[in-house]
């Protein structure tokens, strides 16, 4: 299983993939917002989207696992 990780604080502003979804590397998942900046979060490898850990709104912490893929 390989995670995707959030870069650093923010909120959640849009979920790009849906489970089941295939992603290729480099592929922007989930865009995060903070301090008025959209900061966009992409899968360092390929693979199908296990689960998602948050939805639009929601708060995270840098380092939290946004997405799981298998």
């Known amino acids: 299983m390989k995670e995707i990780t959030?870069?650093?604080a923010?909120?959640?502003w849009q979920v790009l993939v849906s489970e089941g979804d295939e992603v290729t590397a480099g592929q922007t998942v989930i865009?995060?917002?903070s301090m008025k900046m959209e900061?966009?979060?992409?899968a360092?490898?390929?693979g199908t989207?296990?689960?998602?850990?948050f939805?639009?709104?929601?708060?995270?912490?840098?380092?939290d696992v946004l997405?799981?893929?298998?």
């Not at 900061?39 to 992409?42: A, T």
């Not at 989207?49 to 850990?53: A, G, P, T």
């Not at 939805?55 to 380092?63: A, P």
């Open 6 to 8: 959030a870069s650093m």
């Open 10 to 12: 923010g909120t959640v």
């Open 31 to 33: 865009i995060l917002e």
């Open 39 to 42: 900061i966009p979060v992409d």
């Open 44 to 46: 360092a490898d390929a």
């Open 49 to 53: 989207v296990e689960s998602i850990k």
């Open 55 to 63: 939805t639009s709104g929601d708060f995270v912490n840098e380092g």
């Open 67 to 70: 997405v799981t893929l298998k």
